[in-house]
């Protein structure tokens, strides 16, 4: 993925923004923003930079399959 790529998190994701912890009660759409450590990445999502657990980050677009 690139900055700026449209990414999918599903629901019941964990959403960290500082100390500010919210947990998605359904799919979000977000704009990927890059790495955040070893296994979090940085995504713009809800109004706000937050790190998710790329596990649960799904890029959006017709390049990886989805329409």
Do not use: S, W
């Not at 799919?27 to 890059?34: D, N, R, Y």
């Amino acid at each position: 993925m690139q900055n700026g790529d449209l990414v999918h998190i599903p629901q019941d994701v964990t959403l960290v923004h500082n100390y500010d912890v919210y947990k998605t009660v359904k799919p979000v759409i977000g704009i990927f923003m890059g790495e955040a450590y070893n296994t979090h990445y940085m995504v713009y999502a809800l109004g706000r930079q937050n790190k998710v657990d790329r596990k649960h980050v799904y890029p959006v677009g017709e390049e990886y399959g989805t329409r």
